[in-house]
């Protein structure tokens, strides 16, 4: 399955990982086709790092499930933060998966084993151009919350990953 995010700055289509981490894939995908993140602001930045979305909560304090608490990780030795363009769930520690996501910018291992990876970009995330380039160029204040407010107009779900 894939799924594209279309924000204000360009479109992000994410290849979702169903079989290896399959209620962390249902409960993005479900949040995705129920319009839940659309007008989500991107929250916080790190530039060379990653940037995250998902809260409802314009702070970024909020995480819901579609099972309304939250849910254990799904931790995979063979998905590791290893690239740029990986889709992985924002946590507060084990087992507190919500709705947050973030997608980094570079290699992050440190978080291999902290945080379920459930996808990667497959369109949108190279060149400075590119979607994700326009991301990791916003400006942003001494916490990482983008100076210029950029949301998620709209998600697309796609059976065929590799689906135009």
Known sequence: MS???HT???????????ESVPKTAENFLALCA???YDTLPFHRSIPAFMIQTGSPDPKGKTSISIWGSDFEDEIR????????GIVSMANR??????SQFFICYAPAPHLDGKNTVFGRVIGGADGEDSTLGKLEALEVDKKGRP?????????TVHANPLAG
């Open 3 to 5: 799924v594209t995010l």
């Open 8 to 18: 204000d700055l360009g479109d992000l289509k994410i290849e979702v990982f169903c």
């Open 34 to 36: 129920s319009n839940f």
């Open 77 to 84: 030795p063979s998905l590791r933060h290893n690239a740029r």
């Open 93 to 98: 520690g084990p087992g507190t998966n919500g």
């Open 147 to 155: 100076k210029e407010r950029v949301v998620i107009m709209g998600v």
